[in-house]
């Protein structure tokens, strides 16, 4: 209790500490914005998932409108049952910012991202409607499947602090076996509430991945959600000026069976070189 007493001063003065952000957010919780990194620094993320799973990733500002990274997801690394990777080979990332933000016009980035959400799945069981087994078949996809190409729009604006719109299009390239190949879209925006703290709300529509049935009431493509989308929410705190710590709220509306909203923590460092 006396070691509690002694800390509560040390974390109010950091709550106050008035940190600049080091860069514009590349991501919110996890949509793709028009930020990207300066030219000659990188940062490294490391996404602290659920079931003691991690996704870090280390991405590079070649210059102020090229952006590039790689990821590599471990599940199970914390824990006592076997930890396995995602895929032998990292994903990769890539961002080119088209045109600069204006008075009047957004920033455009124009991008790939193979990284998706959560477990990737090789094969699963397939269940009709009913419940029975209906087939083993290939997945190839994760939980939330990644972006691929995509477009996202960014606009910015000081509003007592500043305040980020961000909406874009994006389009599967490789976690198609399910049969859902429709374009998707998202938005989101980030919210200054100090210099320190910003809050990230985000909408992802999902529409790749939406429930449809047949006239037997079989699912025709394989869906992990329940067509609503997913609503995310997060907290970022910029400890220094270049450590982050980003508290984020996965699938607030319960898009998937999940009892609680998914609860995940990022930490970010970054560095000039």
């Given at each position: 209790m006396r070691t509690l007493?002694?800390?509560?001063?040390?974390l109010y003065n950091?709550?106050?500490a008035q940190v600049e952000h080091p860069y514009p957010p590349l991501n919110l919780v996890s949509i793709p914005t028009a930020g990207t990194l300066p030219r000659g620094s990188f940062t490294l993320e490391s996404l602290i998932i659920k079931n003691g799973g991690i996704v870090p990733r280390l991405s590079i500002g070649l210059t102020d409108n090229f952006t590039i990274g790689v990821t590599y997801g471990v599940q199970n690394l914390i824990g006592d049952t076997k930890?396995?990777?995602n895929k032998t080979t990292p994903e990769v990332q890539i961002k080119y910012r088209i045109f600069d933000e204006s008075e009047k016009m957004p920033a455009l980035v124009y991008g790939l991202d193979t990284q998706g959400?959560?477990?990737f799945h090789k094969q699963d069981s397939i269940l009709s409607i009913s419940g029975k087994l209906d087939s083993i078949r290939t997945l190839n996809?994760?939980?939330q499947k990644a972006w691929g190409m995509y477009i996202v729009f960014s606009k910015n604006w000081n509003l007592m602090g500043n305040l980020g719109m961000h909406a874009g299009i994006s389009?599967?390239?490789?976690e198609n076996d399910d049969g859902d190949k429709d374009l998707n879209v998202f938005f989101g925006f980030d919210k200054e509430l100090n210099r320190s703290f910003s809050l990230l709300v985000e909408y992802d529509a999902?529409?790749?991945d939406n429930l449809t049935e047949d006239d037997y009431g079989a699912i025709k493509n394989i869906t992990f959600g329940r067509g609503k989308g997913y609503l995310n929410a997060g907290v970022r705190w910029a400890i220094s000026s270049n450590l982050m710590l980003e508290i984020n709220f996965n699938d607030i509306n319960q898009n998937t069976e999940a009892e609680y909203t998914n609860r995940e923590i990022k930490v970010m460092y970054s560095e000039s070189f």
């Open positions: 007493l002694l800390l509560l001063p040390i950091l709550c106050l930890p396995s990777i959400r959560g477990r996809r994760y939980d389009k599967s390239l490789s999902a529409l790749n």
